[in-house]
């Protein structure tokens, strides 16, 4: 009985002895993203040399068990070992290559079938010259000999830890880069067509949340290019410490810029003051952590820091666009939509690399992709913007024009379109002429029954002149009980035949007030046409003033036309 037992205890352990040691990857073909062919052994002092990493036990390496590797943020440094099978009778050269492109340090030991042991160092605190190819990827290139070697990797990074693992040739290597090419031409050259777009349309408007638009999209630009590893491809290559701090310093000018633009076009200030001082602290705060975290928690701090606040930003500019449009801010619609794919990208990004979901091609681009569709839609939010400030602009313009009590044109607008209506008359020679009116002892129904009846009237009497006048006629009230009918081609007989029409139906119009008090009214009017002599159609008013006068004089509720030529 006591043999069974360990005979079965000595089965086990070369069961999980035999699952440590993992099989050789074949060189003769391409090797992409290697996790399940890798063991892992984790250095929690992130100071043991390659010596103490060969001095440990089969047993302490533990199989990856997974395409990528991924731990949140920490300070160890993570051993694996692969061995790779060079079946040929000759050395093959092949690249071994690690994404993302932001891990600090890289170093291989490659122990040959011979027992001859090479050695590789780089990462992104090494210059961008310790590459083997020019390429933004880390890689190395080895010439495996024939046989079985052993490949150990040392990684360690102060940014999320993510570690993929490839082995390949050169040519497979950038045949397989031509695909990632075509989608990053394709987020790059959207976004920078937005970004001009906009860029020129806010030389056009002048509207600051175009300029701040702009920005946002500079800002995703630089930290995309800076943690992708293009700019230490074309702008840091002999600066990777620059190259490193790049990488957290756009992320928090991304949020920043995120917040500005947020707080401009959704118009915080005027709608929502609350929020508005909310944004303005919450600017201060993430300037102040992102200097404080540099200065005293150093580089590793900064950028932890920084895709934490990235998430909480995004969460809170998606709360404020929701808020913003459930009280109404018709703007907010558009950019709610571009908010949440850019909450939804930003938090399964940030996640992913903070390795609380499991890694992907897709969530490890979510952001990509979903600030991709916040640029869509965050253009068109723009335009919808533009077309709603439009629309205020001319309703504002309109009412500014326009008699709040009876919903004719007021004395601003009489200006306005005097002056139009003048330069048309002198250049084409063509005819027009004024009626002047107002209400017989308007003042004493004011007097009598209240200023509430008084606007009745005056309601009353102007939807009669709309029903009388023709489409290109102008109605005015002026002032009081005074109103002014501008009325282009059009004689004073013309003009008179009309007035006559509007005097018969205020006299036979009966008004009921809100007490159910029936008034009966009368108007006199007044009629000048204008002649070449007249400076402007200003003094074609005072002659249908001076006709008005006469009568009022000569008994009211009548129409008198003045002279064409008469002098006042």
Not at 285 to 309: K, R
Not at 386 to 400: C, G, H, L, P
Not at 562 to 568: H, S, T, Y
Request: hydrophobic share 45%.
């Amino acid at each position: 009985m006591q043999k069974t037992i360990i005979l079965l205890l000595l089965s086990c352990i070369s069961f999980l002895y035999a699952n440590t040691y993992m099989n050789a990857i074949d060189l003769s073909v391409p090797n992409h993203v290697i996790g399940q062919s890798l063991l892992e052994y984790e250095d929690k002092t992130a100071e043991m040399a390659f010596s103490d990493i060969r001095a440990l036990s089969p047993a302490d390496f533990k199989p990856l068990d997974k395409d990528v590797a991924s731990h949140p943020f920490t300070l160890s440094a993570f051993w694996y070992q692969f061995k790779v099978e060079n079946k040929e009778n000759s050395p093959l050269s092949r690249l071994i290559v690690f994404e993302p492109a932001w891990l600090d340090s890289v170093n291989i030991f490659v122990l040959s079938a011979q027992g001859e042991l090479e050695s590789y160092e780089g990462g992104n605190i090494y210059p961008y010259s310790k590459r083997a190819i020019d390429h933004y990827l880390i890689n190395f290139k080895h010439e495996f000999e024939p046989g079985v070697s052993t490949v150990y990797v040392q990684v360690k990074t102060r940014d999320p830890f993510i570690v993929s693992v490839s082995v390949m040739d050169k040519s497979a290597f950038l045949k397989e880069q031509v695909s990632t090419s075509t989608y990053t031409g394709l987020i790059y050259g959207g976004i920078i067509a937005m970004l001009f777009y906009n860029l020129f349309l806010f030389f056009g408007i002048k509207e600051k949340y175009y300029a701040l638009y702009v920005l946002y999209l500079c800002t995703f630009l630089a930290a995309n290019a800076s943690y992708n590893g293009y700019t230490f491809m074309y702008l840091f290559s002999d600066h990777p410490t620059v190259q490193n701090w790049a990488q957290s310093t756009s992320i928090f000018l991304f949020m920043l810029t995120g917040l500005l633009f947020a707080n401009s076009f959704l118009n915080l200030e005027k709608y929502h003051q609350t929020l508005y001082k909310i944004t303005k602290y919450m600017i201060f705060l993430i300037i102040g952590i992102a200097l404080l975290s540099a200065m005293v928690g150093g580089y590793h701090m900064h950028v932890m820091l920084s895709i934490i606040l990235v998430m909480l930003v995004s969460i809170y500019i998606f709360g404020m666009a929701l808020f913003s449009w459930l009280t109404g801010n018709r703007s907010a619609r558009f950019f709610l939509l571009g908010a949440a794919s850019g909450l939804i990208g930003a938090v399964i990004t940030a996640l992913t690399v903070m390795s609380f979901i499991p890694y992907s091609y897709m969530t490890y681009k979510a952001n990509d992709f979903g600030m991709f569709i916040d640029v869509v839609l965050l253009s068109l939010a723009l335009a919808d913007r533009m077309k709603i400030t439009q629309e205020e602009k001319r309703i504002a313009e309109k009412e500014a024009k326009t008699d709040m009590v009876t919903g004719l044109f007021n004395r601003r607008a009489y200006n306005e379109i005097c002056n139009m209506e003048y330069q048309r008359l002198v250049r084409n020679h063509r005819i027009l002429s004024v009626v002047m009116f107002d209400i017989d002892h308007f003042k004493r129904i004011n007097d009598t029954y209240g200023h509430d009846t008084g606007d009745i009237v005056l309601k009353n009497v102007a939807q009669i002149v709309e029903s009388v006048i023709r489409e290109y006629d102008y109605a005015f009230r002026i002032g009081g009980d005074e109103f002014l009918l501008l009325l282009p081609e059009t004689n004073r007989e013309q003009a008179s035949l009309l007035a006559e029409r509007i005097r018969k139906q205020i006299e036979d119009q009966k008004v009921v007030d809100k007490n159910n008090l029936i008034l009966s009214l009368t108007a006199s009017f007044g009629i000048a046409q204008y002649n070449q002599n007249d400076a402007s159609i200003e003094t074609v008013t005072r002659k249908a003033d001076e006709a008005l006068y006469q009568a009022k004089k000569s008994g009211r509720n009548r129409v008198v036309v003045l002279d064409r030529f008469a002098k006042v």
